[in-house]
């Protein structure tokens, strides 16, 4: 099937396609496929644009009436007046100006999807609430509440059945929703809500917590704690006994720095402080270990923190300790005082609790082979201190200390050059220069004793060589066992 053109004396033959022909057939105009095309390319075609013939704009005109039987042309599409003859689904949408509905951004927040979700539905009820006619309203009452209003199937028609101003009011109300939701996700995040700005989704940026008042207290304590003690220091409102031990300056500034140590690089735990005595003299005897004493202060922080009365530990220590230059005055400061008879039998008559460990340098420099086993505790100076005093005797066993400084040699040449009693070799000293100084995190336990008593012997009971001894013997058997029993409880040498 072909047009013809009359004006000329041939005809010209031009094809139609499949849709053409259908069009054709019917007895109308042929269909375009998207945008308006020329009937036939005759004069009388041509005449029906501007400055054409009068025939052809009757002919166009015929045919834009007919343009509701199917054409694609946008007036007779959005009038939403259906083909004679061809039955319109009411579910299938046209989407010739109506713009599909936009994906949504995927999101694994409910919070937020929810609030996203109900901004949107107010956005589009206050578009439809503009656009929509009372009497579609009042037909419709629950169209501006529901959600998929603005994309519901089907057409959107207008009061006077124009479809073209319910596809403007949609798109309008789709863009005007995400112009409205991007808005309003900006202003949460600036106000640290959702992404609607609903304060009920508020799980994109929780706003900061307060801080802990324990912690805040535990700092104002601490700053109070600082600044009596400096207003102590400048007026001279401190006390140093006999020995220059300064209890002072022990509590506020030498504890807290061993109390880390104490608490999270050695875990240490304690048992039996129960068997310290709250009040009066008391002499507690422990096995020495480590390479560097810190056996001896992790003790002495048990005893300060941990007992009920919070007591300090008066240690006894060597003579090495007094001789280098600024090791002896801090020594002196926390408590220690020189391992004498005399200075121990002083301490203990004025009711404070002293530390002794009998082992000495033989006990803390003894190579890692020999770990856990006890030395040799000496004449049993401390016996005789304690039968002299009638104060009770207090075993302490301390696990864990032998394997911070692993010593598996003795540079002795160079020790004698020095003036040590031993120059350790470790597996990180002198390897790593100072950082060989830090001692491996291995776990303590710390354990005290049932306490002998020494009141029951007579005052010339310190004079017997041979009580002396037992009584020594049995406070280094005592230690020697508790040392066995624990390592058989400990679980490894660092958990």
Known sequence: MADRDESRGDAQ??????EERVGSADGGRPVGRGRSRPV??????????????????????GAAARGGAGSLDPAATDAGEPAPG??????????????PPRAKRPTSRPGLAAASDRTAASDRTAASDRTVSPAR???????????????????????????????GTEDGAGAGTRHADG???????????????????????????????????????????????????????????????DPDLTEHVLAPLLRPVYRDYFRVETRGLENVP?????????????????????????????????????MLAADLVFAVPFLAPLARKIGNTLACQADAERLLTAGHLVGVWPEGFKGVGKPFSERYTL?????????????????????CTVVGAEEIYPMIGNAKSFARLLGLPYLPITPTFPWLGPLGLIPLPSKW????????????????????????????????????????????QRRSVFF
Not at 87 to 97: A, F
Not at 378 to 392: D, E, H, I, N, W
Not at 453 to 458: E, K, Q
């Open 40 to 61: 036939a390319r005759t004069p009388a075609a041509r005449a029906s644009r501007p400055g054409g013939s009068a025939a052809g704009a009757v002919a166009a005109d």
């Open 445 to 488: 336990i710390i354990e005290f004793g049932e306490p002998v008593p020494t009141d029951s012997y007579p005052a010339e009971a310190a004079d017997d060589p041979m009580l002396v001894f037992e009584l020594t013997d049995r406070i280094r058997e005592t230690i020697q066992h508790t040392l066995y029993n624990l390592l058989m």
């Open 183 to 245: 808005r309003a996700r900006r202003a949460g995040r600036a106000a640290g809500t959702g992404r609607g700005g609903d304060a009920g989704a508020a799980h994109d940026t929780p706003a900061a917590d307060p801080a802990d008042p324990a912690e805040a207290g535990d700092l104002e304590t601490a700053l109070a704690g600082m600044l009596a003690f400096l207003r102590r220091r400048i007026t001279g409102d401190y006390v140093i006994d006999e020995h220059g031990f």
């Open 86 to 99: 061809r039955p319109v689904d009411p579910d299938v949408r046209p989407l010739n100006g109506v713009r």
């Open 278 to 314: 709250d009040v009066g003299g008391a002499l507690v005897v422990a096995n020495h270990s480590g390479t560097l004493p810190m056996d001896a202060l992790m003790m002495a922080m048990a005893i300060l923190d941990h007992h009920p009365a919070h007591r300090n530990l008066r």
């Open 137 to 167: 309203t009042a037909s419709r009452p629950d169209a501006a509440s529901r959600p998929d209003a603005a994309s519901g199937p089907g057409p959107q028609t207008g009061p006077d059945g124009d479809a073209g101003t319910g596809a």
């Open 375 to 395: 030395q040799r505790f000496g004449r049993g100076g401390f016996v005789s201190a304690a039968l002299r005093t009638g104060v009770p005797i207090i075993p």
């Open 13 to 18: 033959i031009i094809p139609l396609n499949s």
